[in-house]
């Protein structure tokens, strides 16, 4: 889907994590190896006017094509997003479950995108949105968008 962010001077968005940096892997500890638990985030550069945040983090590696892993909207607008806290309303991962689902590759090393939107409106979704309704549904409102990317290969 194609993220059409207003053509305005503010910057997008930066997404970091203390845990794993840029295209490298992430620690096994936010895995179905591990703890199962979600990244530590921290986002710079949020839009002004922003009054929500939403995460969708997706992996384009896996062998059916794109695998939701989390669907995260209404987070109130905050620099970091705990480790192992739900930051927000939690719709349906293709696990069908409504949390984190941890990377978990059968094989290869995959890529993780951790998407941040800034939107400038609270969204009134239900807790059974996926991915495409949520992208729906925040079209109209992104007001900035930026991303992480994290790998992870099981050993």
């Known amino acids: 889907m194609k993220h059409e962010i207003p053509d305005v001077q503010y910057k997008p968005l ?3 994590s203390t845990a794993f940096r840029h295209n490298e892997l992430i620690p096994s500890l936010y895995t179905c190896d591990g703890q199962n638990i979600n990244p530590p985030l921290t986002i710079a550069h949020i839009h002004p006017e922003a009054k929500t945040l939403a995460l969708i983090i997706d992996d384009p590696d896996a ?3 794109m695998f939701v892993h989390w669907v995260v909207w209404n987070i109130p607008i905050s620099h970091h997003i705990s480790e192992n806290k739900i ?6 991962n293709d696990y069908r479950r409504q949390h984190y689902g941890p990377p978990c590759p059968p094989s290869g090393t995959h890529r ?3 998407k941040i939107y800034a939107l400038d409106s609270v969204l009134d979704l239900p807790l059974s949105t ?3 309704l949520l992208e729906k549904a925040m079209q109209p409102h992104i007001l900035a968008f930026g991303e ?3 790998l992870y290969k099981r050993k």
């Open 14 to 16: 930066e997404v970091t």
């Open 87 to 92: 930051p927000g309303m939690e719709g349906l």
């Open 148 to 150: 992480l990317i994290g």
């Open 112 to 114: 993780y995108f951790f």
């Open 63 to 65: 062998g059916g094509g």
């Open 130 to 132: 996926t991915k495409p």
